[in-house]
């Protein structure tokens, strides 16, 4: 324990729950609240031990088809599950994630308000959290699913495009979601919205035959140089197309998926297409 360094301080969610997880020095306690009010938990330096007040209580398991990214809460051959009891049959154990928390130094943590009713509608998406997407009160950081690293992945603009930084994805720009006519209109804290868009870097370089195409052109040459990006103008709307655990999707411009690689591209098939969530 001497060796640790005690400098990756976390809160867990439970994946696509409205759910927060104490730990009250000898168990776990899992009650409905918002996730961010549970205790704060420690990751030690080979990111496979979960400590509290400075003792390893718990091992971290990784979820076999999210790497990376979620978890299982293990404890000599047994699982955590939603009742904050042990069992040994792993189906009935939570899925896990973990909302790495800021250093906020010689101030006090801030102590974050309850949401009364999480959900808004049943039919709409939900966090990560499991809070509604659409919730008129509540803003999102948008966590990217890549298995790289649970503390990198901040969405940031740049050029007015959307780049994915080395920061913790909660020091991300904020976002706001709801509902337009069937799709889902994203926009910033700022007031800008997310769409599909291209570089004016690119856009310099392109043939004067593609100066008159559009985005939705299913033109050969250029239909590739779009990413995501943003408006100060609300554009065409983005789908969430749902894929992987109930709070993760894809995003969907109409004609195609988005992947995250240097930058953010565009890609035909969903299989290519990378997931995501946002966390409340």
Not at 112 to 132: C, L, T
Not at 242 to 263: C, I, T, W
Request: charged content about 25%; hydrophobic content about 35%.
């Amino acid at each position: 324990m001497e060796s640790e360094g005690f400098d990756r301080p976390f809160r867990f969610i439970v994946t696509g729950q409205y759910l927060a997880i104490h730990y009250n020095g000898s168990a776990f306690e899992i009650n409905r609240d918002y996730h961010a009010r549970g205790s704060l938990f420690y990751l030690s330096n080979d990111e496979k031990k979960i400590i509290h007040n400075r003792t390893f209580i718990a091992d971290l398991y990784d979820y076999p088809d999210y790497e990376g990214d979620v978890f299982f809460i293990g404890k000599e051959s047994h699982y955590l599950a939603q009742d904050g009891k042990w069992t040994d049959n792993i189906k009935y154990a939570i899925k896990v994630q973990i909302d790495p928390e800021g250093d906020y130094g010689e101030a006090e943590t801030p102590i974050h308000p309850s949401i009364s009713h999480p959900i808004i509608d049943v039919d709409n998406p939900i966090s990560a959290d499991g809070i509604d997407l659409y919730h008129p009160d509540k803003l999102f950081s948008l966590y990217l699913i890549n298995g790289d690293c649970l503390w990198l992945g901040d969405a940031r603009e740049f050029d007015n495009a959307l780049y994915f930084g080395p920061n913790q994805y909660s020091d991300g720009i904020p976002f706001q979601l709801s509902k337009h006519e069937g799709k889902t209109r994203i926009r910033s804290h700022d007031g800008k919205y997310l769409t599909a868009m291209m570089e004016d870097s690119l856009a310099s370089h392109l043939d004067e035959g593609c100066k008159q195409h559009t985005k939705f052109s299913q033109c050969s040459h250029c239909k590739g140089w779009y990413t995501l990006g943003f408006s100060v103008e609300p554009q065409e709307c983005l789908s969430l197309v749902p894929r992987g655990l109930p709070s993760m999707f894809v995003l969907y411009d109409g004609l195609f998926y988005y992947k995250v690689a240097e930058r953010i591209v565009r890609v035909e098939k969903i299989d290519d297409a990378s997931l995501f969530q946002f966390v409340g």
